[in-house]
């Protein structure tokens, strides 16, 4: 099957589910250098700390609303949910 956006690479059934999660995690573990995991998780997790620190800063909740709300943004969402739309149909 073929992506589907980004989102899904496979569809398995419920029973097939859990482990063919756990078996896809373990080849990504097992084809991946540790640091590169260690790496990315400190990347991502410093990201979600800085937001949770600057929730309090008004200033920096508006520069937040501002991008989210931005035509960009709006135009990025309205496409992505047309195409999911679009998929639903066919």
Same mark, same amino acid.
């Given at each position: 099957?073929?992506?589907?956006?980004?989102? *899904?690479?496979? *569809?398995?059934?419920?029973?097939?589910?859990? &482990?063919?999660?756990?078996?896809?995690?373990?080849?990504?573990?097992?084809?991946?250098? &540790?640091?590169? *995991?260690?790496?990315?998780?400190?990347?991502?997790?410093?990201? *979600?700390?800085?937001?949770?620190?600057?929730?309090?800063?008004?200033?920096?909740?508006?520069?937040?609303?501002?991008?989210?709300?931005?035509?960009?943004?709006?135009?990025?969402?309205?496409?992505?949910?047309?195409?999911?739309?679009?998929?639903?149909?066919?």
């Amino acid at each position: 099957m073929k992506p589907l956006y980004g989102l *899904v690479d496979e *569809v398995v059934s419920q029973e097939e589910l859990l &482990p063919r999660a756990k078996n896809c995690l373990s080849e990504w573990l097992s084809n991946t250098k &540790p640091n590169a *995991v260690i790496g990315t998780k400190q990347h991502l997790r410093s990201h *979600v700390k800085n937001i949770f620190e600057l929730q309090n800063s008004s200033e920096q909740m508006e520069g937040w609303m501002d991008q989210w709300f931005s035509a960009e943004a709006c135009e990025s969402r309205d496409q992505f949910k047309a195409n999911i739309a679009k998929r639903k149909k066919e």
